[in-house]
């Protein structure tokens, strides 16, 4: 029959490769394009088994603090594991800050140290082994929902952000043509302006002669009837 201390291994060894699985997975990223479907899954899983892996390493972090009550085991023996768990924890923040998950890795900052322990604690206070897997893999289905539930938000606002950027893009283009408009406008009502000037000054000059000629006309009247006065009279 397998000890706790043998469980408590065996459930560190399947942390161990879900960590080694998230490292070539990251090594992987390189080969994929910047943007892209593809590259939006391969990052989601990895931040998915990422999370995964913060759920079991909390769960074996407790189980380890209850061991000394289930089953004798030595400090050295106990400190050794200790050391291996805490690895494992440095490992899972590096490559969590990797794929800047930083702000999640750091859980006093999202839900306070205190609470998020008094919080495990009350959920294992009394369970056996099997429980405690069991609540573990209760945890891991909930963290595969919140993170589906999250993932189909975040698809949803890309689509939202697309739709926003294609409609500033036609008012970008409306814009750009009423100003086009605008300018062509201005040319023309220039083009007016100065043929109305042109007309102006005509206008005025044909004024001009009709004046003098009126005024040569009435001179020539003015001569005639005088020579006419001085010739009958």
């Keep these: 029959m397998a000890t706790s201390l043998d469980q408590w291994t065996r459930e560190l060894n399947e942390a161990s490769k879900l960590a080694e699985d998230i490292s070539v997975m990251i090594s992987e990223r390189g080969s994929l394009p910047p943007s892209g479907p593809d590259t939006q899954r391969h ?9 995964i892996l913060r759920t079991r390493l909390e769960s074996l972090e407790s189980f380890l603090s209850k061991l000394p009550s289930l089953q004798p085991i030595k400090d050295k023996e106990l400190n050794k ?35 998020k322990s008094a919080d495990v604690v009350s959920r294992t206070a009394g369970l056996d082994n099997q429980g405690i897997v069991g609540l573990q893999r209760q945890i891991m289905r909930e963290q595969d929902e919140g993170l589906e539930k999250l993932e189909e938000t975040v698809l949803s606002t890309k689509h939202i952000a697309l739709a926003v950027n294609e409609e500033l893009d036609l008012h970008t283009r409306l814009i750009d043509d009423l100003d086009e408009h605008v300018d062509i406008t201005d040319t023309r009502l220039q083009r007016v302006q100065k043929r109305l000037a042109i007309l102006s000054k005509r206008t005025k000059g044909g004024c001009s002669c009709m004046c003098l000629l009126l005024s040569v006309a009435a001179i020539v009247i003015l001569i005639v009837i005088a020579w006419v006065l001085i010739k009958y009279l």
């Design 43 to 51: 990052l989601t899983a990895m931040r998915r088994k990422i999370t």
């Design 81 to 115: 594991r200790q050391e291996m768990l805490a690895n494992l924890k440095s490992k899972a923040d590096q490559m969590a800050s990797e794929l800047n998950m930083s702000n999640f890795g750091n859980r006093k900052d999202l839900f306070g140290d205190d609470k």
